[in-house]
């Protein structure tokens, strides 16, 4: 299996398995994120894991060639400035705008939004099947 049709899986995978909790928790799970949103020092951890997960898939698309590398490694590049400028170099806005958009949608609004989440998500894992 290529490299980057295992990170599109895994990455689909993902997308579906963290917004699943949604779907049947809402309340609980806008709990959660409010408290890993806490604090600043959270929010640079956070920033940390995202700009590790661009540069996984800055690797994977860099060996490949095609539309599906080319989306993954800007995809990567995206992640990479997000995490490294939004979530570690300006924790306090990026704390505050993330808490005001989870804290704006009501349980219904979350139970949709999960859904169609997951759909996303295991359709993406579902293409990078394809690609084996």
């Not at 997308?15 to 799970?29: G, V």
């Not at 939004?86 to 993330?98: H, N, T, Y």
Request: net charge positive.
């Amino acid at each position: 299996m290529e490299t980057l049709a295992l990170v599109i899986i895994l990455f689909g995978l993902l997308i579906a398995a963290s917004r699943m909790p949604l779907i049947f928790f809402p309340r609980q799970t806008r709990d959660f994120y409010a408290k890993a949103f806490a604090t600043e020092a959270r929010m640079r951890v956070l920033g940390v894991m995202v700009v590790i997960i661009g540069l996984i898939f800055v690797g994977a698309a860099s060996g490949a060639s095609g539309t599906p590398a080319n989306i993954v490694f800007g995809l990567g590049i995206f992640l990479i400035a997000l995490g490294a400028l939004f979530f570690m170099a300006l924790p306090g806005p990026a704390r505050r705008l993330s808490l005001s958009i989870w804290g704006s949608f009501s349980d219904g609004a979350l139970r949709a939004l999960g859904a169609i989440a997951v759909v996303i998500g295991l359709l993406i894992a579902a293409y990078g099947l394809t690609l084996t």
